[in-house]
Nanobody, 128 residues
Framework: QVQLVESGGGSVQAGGSLRLSCAAS????????MAWFRQAPGKEREGVAR????????YYDDSVKGRFTISPDNAKNTVYLQMNSLQPEDPAMYYC?????????????????????WGQGTQVTVSI
């Protein structure tokens, strides 16, 4: 089993920054691939960013490239999502997700079905 706890959400003005944290515990082999997803009201959950916590490779949705950065602190079993230049289209509930590697790699995609463990979410709002 894997447990994930997100924190760091809040309200920020457009153009501002937030850093989300995801504290992970449990089976380390089931959380070698970590990701952030988001879901706005009335919309489907969408992938934001993914990281291989061992190899360090990352993958981003086009909508956040150059603005968001996902990074691990393996000593703290924590994954961060640094969000800069927040835009009116970014508000959502942000979820941390964990899953195993597929062979030697984390998949180069952001599909909810690839991740078996989810946190409860942290809310991000952006004011204009």
């Amino acid at each position: 089993q894997v447990q994930l706890v997100e924190s760091g959400g809040g309200s920020v003005q457009a153009g501002g920054s937030l850093r989300l944290s995801c504290a992970a515990s449990g089976d380390i082999y089931r959380r070698k691939c970590m990701a952030w997803f988001r879901q706005a009201p009335g919309k489907e959950r969408e992938g934001v960013a993914r990281i291989d916590t061992v190899g360090g490779t990352t993958y981003y949705d086009d909508s956040v490239k150059g603005r968001f950065t996902i990074s691990p602190d393996n000593a703290k079993n924590t994954v961060y999502l640094q969000m800069n230049s927040l835009q009116p289209e970014d508000p959502a509930m942000y979820y941390c997700a964990a899953g195993p590697k597929w062979g030697e790699h984390c998949l180069t995609r952001l599909w909810t079905g690839d991740f078996g463990y989810w946190g409860q979410g942290t809310q991000v709002t952006v004011s204009i």
